[in-house]
């Protein structure tokens, strides 16, 4: 009983190792999608600046990727409502969230 319940706390450990870099692999996605929209001299400044401050939250590594998701889709989800926004953007926007979305602790 007692070798399983080590094989247990093992095979847990692993598990929550796994998704940890799973979570990590999907914010880089997120990075990657909000950086293009940072760079997009066609979308406006503030929209830019939103997605620069989302990226910023997603990287501060004092805090779970839970958490650092959730601070980002704020920042997206105040943005998202913004009537200069080109479509297409708002469409990337909505791919970064869905990603950032699948992210919990």
């Known amino acids: ?24 692999e999907q914010i880089k996605q997120a990075v990657t999608i909000l950086d293009r929209v940072s760079e ?8 830019r600046r939103a997605a620069k401050q ?24 105040d943005i998202s409502q913004d009537p200069n926004m080109p479509p297409y953007t708002r469409v990337v926007l909505w791919q970064a969230v869905s990603i950032l979305e699948t992210i919990k602790d």
């Open 40 to 47: 997009d001299n066609t979308t406006p400044r503030n929209i």
């Open 1 to 24: 009983m007692n070798q399983r319940s080590g094989r247990v706390k093992v095979a847990k450990r692993q598990s929550k190792k796994r998704q940890a870099e799973q979570y990590e």
């Open 54 to 77: 989302a990226i910023e939250s997603l990287q501060y590594l004092e805090h779970t990727p839970a958490i650092r998701a959730a601070n980002a889709i704020s920042t997206l989800d």
